[in-house]
């Protein structure tokens, strides 16, 4: 069983930056991918970022592209998401996700195991 638990979410004004931490814990820990989604009440859960454990290959959405970054640290089993030039927009739950098996990235349904979320919300 893995545990992933998010952290860094807070109220942050237009413009700033943000450092999102996703740590996992469990007996053994080797996925495949480790993703970022981010979801507003109402509206679908959506792929921020991803980045496959192994290698570090990284994923993006398009909307945050060039604006995001993801990150990992295999020794401490955290995975991390920095966030520049904020915008209103980007006020939503995030979620870390841990995918274990060969599959595509982009899709929630693929992942196995979320973290509880963290709350991140950018005024104008």
């Known amino acids: 069983q893995v545990h992933l638990v998010e952290s860094g979410g807070r109220l942050v004004q237009a413009g700033d930056s943000l450092r999102l931490s996703c740590a996992a814990s469990g007996r053994t820990f080797n996925p495949y991918v480790m993703g970022w989604f981010r979801q507003v009440p109402g509206k679908e859960r959506e792929f921020v970022a991803g980045?496959?454990?192994?290698?570090?290959?990284?994923y993006y959405g398009p909307t945050v592209k060039n604006r995001f970054s993801i990150s990992r640290d295999n020794a401490k089993n955290t995975v991390y998401l920095e966030m520049s030039s904020l915008r209103p927009e980007d006020t939503a739950d995030y979620y870390c996700?841990?995918?274990?098996?060969?599959?595509?990235?982009?899709?929630?349904?693929?992942?196995?195991?979320w973290g509880q979320g963290t709350q991140v919300t950018v005024s104008s």
């Open positions: 996700a841990a995918k274990l098996y060969i599959g595509s990235y982009y899709y929630s349904s693929e992942y196995d195991y």
């Open positions: 980045i496959s454990w192994s290698v570090g290959t990284t």
